[in-house]
């Protein structure tokens, strides 16, 4: 689901609602996160992510980490379970792929 017009399935439901702004967050960060990494990148990524945490530096760790893509079914779950503000500024590449109209 990409704009206002178009919501994922369940965008009424009580853990899911949210007010105009925080749609529109939501979906600039769709458009912001939601990007497919090769296996090269996700590398490049934890070793990143790796040289933060050994620099202590956990705010540009948790960054870098938002950037993995989230497995599908363990998106869909977090989604359920906790509702979409819960996966919001997470990348929801694959879970987009499998679950088309969920996010």
Not at 42 to 62: G, M, P, V, Y
Request: charged share 30%.
């Amino acid at each position: 689901m990409t704009d206002m017009n178009h919501k994922p399935n369940g965008w009424n439901e009580p853990l899911n609602r949210m007010t105009d702004e925080e749609w529109k967050e939501y979906f600039r960060l769709r458009k912001e996160l939601d990007v497919e990494m090769t296996e090269e990148e996700l590398n490049k990524l934890s070793e990143q992510i790796s040289t933060c945490l050994k620099n202590n530096d956990d705010n540009s760790a948790f960054e870098l980490m938002n950037k993995i893509p989230l497995g599908a079914h363990y998106a869909y779950g977090l989604k359920l379970g906790l509702g979409l503000k819960a996966v919001a500024d997470a990348n929801l590449s694959l879970a987009r792929k499998v679950y088309p109209n969920e996010f």
